[in-house]
């Protein structure tokens, strides 16, 4: 299965290569294909659509009939949907998330999304649907107004020629893996790619990429002076060993060094689980058992890695009170915790039971401001998402999502959609500063070549408060700042309920116990660990205990030693007796 998964990438990076080829001989390098200068924004949202099928999770039970399967749909759907709101706050000058919005300085720049073109980053054909896509041969989704506001846009939007689209900027996608390939198309056409979540430097070498997240690496030291303060020592870290797990990891190893720590890393394979399951993922897991490590710290971003994790993990007796599990989702949040229902003694509530999940969040006053104005949203709106979705991909959504989805309760807008509302927000005002230098004749380029540039440029000079918290960039890395985004380690906790239908069930919920700030964490809530005390068992104390790693024939060449030893000493304490 390995060996055929790899077959396919090859054949992938050769039509790659073919198609790059054609579009460097067919492309006018002196054009430009994302011009701004007469107030048109098109974009392309490159979003996650396609979810895996989970496995280890069917056994639990869920309220309301919310399946893993629903909650993932739920917040995929979100993500477009805070798309499409960030498009109409923009085409409206509605400031209610970011004042910037409402300001006379936009409003003169005249800038729209007049068209947008949602697709699958995670679609098997993508490298072969981008380039027709991005030179603008497809049949675009023009801007529907969803409100009446008194300003009527498709009277500006009908004069723009709309015949052939000039893509203004990709917004996505979320996996660093795929924005590398994705890169390569867009750099060629002088198109800038702005990620969500994509936390890999690899990116750094691309010219009109930058994102909305912070880098991995800035991440690992965060978490690290974490585990540091709260004394943890003989730490695991395990990994995927693809570009984004590989910085996770040796950042963190190194940081562990520093600080006199002792970490070791442990990676498993980011190709699909084949039909038995992840065999590197269960490789690793039992070299961790063998270690003798007792702190677990695991970056994943796929919900179907979490299956096997728990399973694997809970058949190598890796649960428990004797450990401590702290979960990362690198390029994603995952939602799973706000809906599973549990089963009594069951592996899923085993392996729940005192887990921490470091995140790289939202303060709560953006995420209330973002989630109010989400919520107002209407079933007009829902259609008009809906719709967007990519064909192959909506007839699931159809089912999954209800037209009341933005009246629902029992689930929160996830931390996903706010990064992806900001990015389309900031590639807007990167425009608008753009075209306030063309309308001030600023603009000396004639070719239009060097705008492209310029307008990464703006967009990673803009500040202002958003829907994922006080924006600010590294401008040099064109990431987010460290100190504009809100780092936090959450405790996931069991409270044991019945129904009389299932018997005794636990409900989880996250509670934030310490959150990083101003370079420093702060605890705002005690840790329950899994034997349901506050402080660390005695595994997971500072103890000084040399940790030897020694392979399995190792091991029994030191027993048989030890064991021939027991009896010379027994023989010699005989005769001398």
Known sequence: M??????????????????????????ELGTSANIVDDGSCPMVFLLPFTFPQHT?????????AVSPEEGTARELFGNLAAALMAVDHVNNRNGDIIQELSTESFRECDISIDQYLAMNSLADDLSMQLPSVLQGYENWQRYQQTQDIGIDYSQVTASRDTKKTSVCAVIG???????????????????PLISPLAASKDLDDHQLFGSMTVEMSARSKVLMEYLDNVERDYIAILS????????????????????????????????????????????ALEFIRKSGFTTIVCSLDVNAELDYLAK????????????????????SFLPIFDFVRAGHDSPVQEFFNGLGYFTVGVPADSSEVFEESFRRNDEVFFNRVLNAIPVNERSKYDTLVKADYFQKKHFKVTQDAAFVYDSVVATVLGAC??????????????????????????????????ASGNVTFDR?????????????????????????????????EVVITSKYSAGAWVDEAEFIYADESASAPFPLRLVDVKVIFMSDGVRLGAFCLTAIGFVVCFIVTTMVW
């Open 56 to 64: 280890f999770f069917q056994g639990a039970y869920f309220p309301e």
């Open 173 to 191: 996608p979320f996996r660093s893996n795929v924005a590398v390939e994705v890169a390569k198309f867009t750099s060629i056409l002088n198109i």
């Open 476 to 508: 040099p890395r064109k990431s987010r700042d460290v100190d504009s985004v809100e780092f936090a380690i959450a405790n996931v906790r069991p409270r044991k309920l019945g129904d009389k239908s299932v018997g005794h069930f636990y409900r989880y």
């Open 2 to 27: 390995v060996q055929q998964h790899t077959v396919q990438q090859l054949k992938t990076k050769i039509y790659l290569l073919l198609v790059l080829f054609n579009m460097l001989a067919s492309w």
């Open 240 to 283: 995927s060993d693809d570009r984004v797990g590989t910085e996770f990891s040796k950042v963190m190893e190194s940081s562990c060094d520093e600080l006199g720590r002792k970490c070791k890393s442990f990676s498993f394979g980011d190709h699909e689980a084949d039909d038995d399951g992840y065999q590197s993922l269960y490789l």
């Open 433 to 466: 500063a753009v075209r306030k230098n063309i309308l001030d004749g600023n603009h000396h380029d004639n070719n239009g070549d060097d705008f492209h540039f310029g307008h990464v440029d703006e967009i990673f000079a803009t500040s202002f408060r958003g």
């Open 312 to 331: 694997y993990s809970t058949e190598h007796g890796l649960q428990g009170e004797d450990f401590l599990w702290i979960i990362h989702s690198a390029e």
